[in-house]
């Protein structure tokens, strides 16, 4: 099969770090003459200045797109330094597709502005750009990646992009050359396409230069000195810029301009392959441009190039390459535009998927083969934004997408330098994702693992296994692993569920209800019934005190600042009262305060509060204890009685009230106990010394053992809080969101006589009303429940989405939270939310469905009968 194809495949030569122009593929797509209006480079190795605002470290297409937005807007005073010539690196290389799909859900907004801005671009530069538009289609060949593309349309219809699930009639008239034996349906983007990486990246510095940026090359930065005030210097050959702020956009040099500061950015170089057939007749004989396929169970896309085909495979974990030489020893001096040798043989049972899928490809000759540097970051994400620990230091790093990504990017990067908040919110983004627990180990095997997983079938509540578990894996951890399943949380092992006799253990993912469900629904009643017990340590911690400290923190905050020996639920806003973060704030002794967030949210919070310190002069000390602390959750109507036993301390309700925080011991370990519980039962959380953990763990399972005490993970707790109304950061709040919308208003002090962080913003928003709001949604479902992000209708129309859902183990029906104009808000409201391609009928209901304990116990003093 395919002899011509492999007798190509063999004769074609594979030099190592083969220099060349520009690969056939990489420079003139069909024909379209990119590159030649203005296309060659005059290097300028000049500084010109040596003050400039923003410095930009990498001429790729991100950070010329980057120059390019941020010149645009009308900062003055920006320099991009590139150390060969702009597009060296990744750039130059690329297969240049462009999609508007993203199982995401804010980064089809950063793919959407890019399509937008490209098409465009050559109007407004004069500079062509190669921009074809055939569409895509991403091929199911299988019935789970039927219910894939289902669950991915749930999530398309509040979205402006176009985007279609197509029968296989439809994919063969789009893609006449298809295998029709192996199509069941398809996902088809018919804004899609690819362009010429070379020249969109001339035709942004084209612009960029055009609204005043300067692009300087062949300029190599040699090292980056911060100064007191915040300001680098940027030493070059050339001379020193003294700089407000500087961006790394270096592509797979980035590790290095990191390490001129002390920082081990987790990236790592990947050799991805693509193959450019010869002219095949049947190409050249169509009257339209093919729309790009990715086969995703063979794992490649395939687009037209001219009258040929270009095909680029995703090879296994097993068989695809790192270049981990370089994060070792650094990448060669002069490295820019060289390609590494093929290796033919690792994509073989590609091809062969490509021959399969594509007929007219085993009679096809090849005229090229490329096999060059990407960069990846652990999860296959870019790192974007501002970098916790160093002042003004930005990154936009780790593209292994960087085509579609460049022009989105360097738009929301440009919009946050300017107005000192994210346009919208992209946490998943954030390269404080990663911490010191992200060692080069973890970073090689989690590269290799999401290169290989590339078009694996994207499931909710995904778990990824390679470089697991790290260093900072939790106490428990070794005492928990054969009992339950494990979640991944920022380094740490965080029990998901637990595992019974007769239960089918393990991971098993699924777009409907799978084995955990039931599991979970035992933990859940453990909670309601009797006394759980969960492991909490992922959460952030910071200890904040000095002087200065209830000021900063009513200046953070926009709740009040809690009182010595209590605890509250506060929010952080952005300056246009957007809702940056959520944490729980105690005031331990005066002055000195323990801060509390999510596993996810902890350098993003820390970056923010230590920026603000810096801005406002604060007096204050603020230390991030997340490491040292273990956190042990206790809940459940005989949580007291069972935490009673190990203590002195008087526990009761009079004693210890809701949302107090006392220092105490519990069976001779010290910790600081919080009288509050996400599950909205009554329980605590206890604070103490990680080495501590497992002693105390089993001391608190021993001292329940009357009570029935078991363990409980978080997906019983996020059915919990479900039930009992309880927002989460991430979800119901973030950058997206302000709090009168989420329904925080009780949180929200905008009396109080501190100007907190988007106080004024939030009074105007209040005063013209608001249109939008969170509503609490139960469901007629079958077998599957809304996860979060799904498309909500009325009247045939989508008229907002769900944020996060679970099933209600109480009402044995599914509940989910969700955005929909004020109008449609009220209790009684009938909707319809879709799960899989299938509208389920909705109801608006009053919240919460199940009390919370202390309201119940309020509830009861007063003589009335509250609902559980």
Known sequence: MGTLLRAALRRLPTPRRHRCPLPAAASRPLGSGAGAQGGKENPSPSLRKDRADTVIIGGGCVGVSLAYHLAKAGLKDVILLEKSELTAGST?????????????????????????????????????????????????????????????????????????????????????????????????NPGDGHIDPYSLTMALAAGARKH???????????????????????????????AKRIVNTAGFWAREIGKMIGLQHPLIPVHHQYVVTATIPEVKALKRELPVIRDLEGSYYLRQERDGLLFGPYESEKKMKLQDSWVTNGVPPGFGKELFESDLDRIMEHIEAAMEMVPVLKQADIINTIAGPITYSPDILPMVGPHQGVRNYWVAIGFGYGIIHAGGIGKYLSDWILEGEPPFDLIELDPNRYGKWTTTEYTAAKARESYGFNNIVGYPKEERFAGRP?????????LLKSKCSMGFHAGWEQPHWFYKPGDETGYKPSFRRTNWFDPVGREYKQVMEKVGVIDLSPFGKFKVKGTDSVKLLDHLFANVVPKVGTTNI???????????????????????????????????????IEEEIVRGGYKVEIENVTDEM?????????????????????????????????????????????????????????????????????????????????????????????????????????????????????????????????????????????KRRLVYLTLETDDVDPEGNESVWHNGKVIGNTTSGSFSYSAQRSLAFAYVPTELGKVGQKLEVELLGKNYSATVIQEPLVLTEPTRMRLQRKGESPKI
């Open 630 to 770: 273990g956190v042990l959750g206790v809940a459940g109507p005989y949580a007291r009685q069972v935490l009673q036993k190990l203590t002195a301390e008087d526990l009761s309700d009079v004693s210890f009230k809701f949302l107090q925080s006392k220092h105490l011991k519990l069976s001779d370990i010290a910790v600081t106990a919080i009288r509050i519980s996400y599950t909205g039962e009554l329980g605590w959380e206890l604070y103490h010394r990680k080495e501590d953990s497992v002693a105390l763990y089993s001391a608190i399972m021993e001292a329940g053992q009357k009570e029935g005490i078991d363990n409980f993970g978080t997906y019983a707790l996020n059915a919990l809080r479900l039930e009992k109304g309880f927002r989460a950061w991430g979800a119901e709040m973030n950058c997206d969101t302000n709090p009168l919308e989420a329904g925080l208003e009780y949180f929200v002090k905008l009396n109080k006589p501190a100007d907190f962080i988007g106080k004024q913003t939030l009074k105007k928003i209040k005063e013209k009303g608001l």
């Open 212 to 242: 005043g940026a300067q692009l300087n090359y062949p300029v190599q930065v040699t090292n980056l000195n911060p100064r007191s005030d915040g300001t680098w210097e940027v030493e070059t050959p050339l001379g020193v810029i003294q």
């Open 570 to 608: 506060s929010h952080m806003l952005t300056p246009k009262g957007k809702v940056y973060a959520e944490l729980t704030v105690s005031q331990l002794y005066p002055g000195e305060f323990m801060l509390i967030t999510g596993s996810g949210s902890e350098l993003h919070d820390l970056r923010w």
């Open 470 to 478: 790290t260093e900072r894996a939790g106490a428990l951890y070794d």
């Open 92 to 188: 130059w290389h690329a297969a240049g597709l462009t999609t508007y799909f993203h199982p995401g859900i804010n980064l089809k907004k950063i793919h959407a502005y890019s399509i937008k801005l490209y098409e465009k671009l050559e109007e407004e530069t004069g500079q062509a750009v190669g921009f074809h538009q055939p569409g895509s289609i991403r091929i199911a060949s299988t019935p789970t990646r039927v219910d894939e593309f289902k669950y991915q349309m749930t999530r398309a219809g509040w979205h402006p992009t176009e985007q279609y699930l197509i029968t296989p009639e439809k994919v063969q008239e789009l893609f006449p050359l298809l295998n029709m034996d192996m199509v069941l349906a398809g996902l088809y």
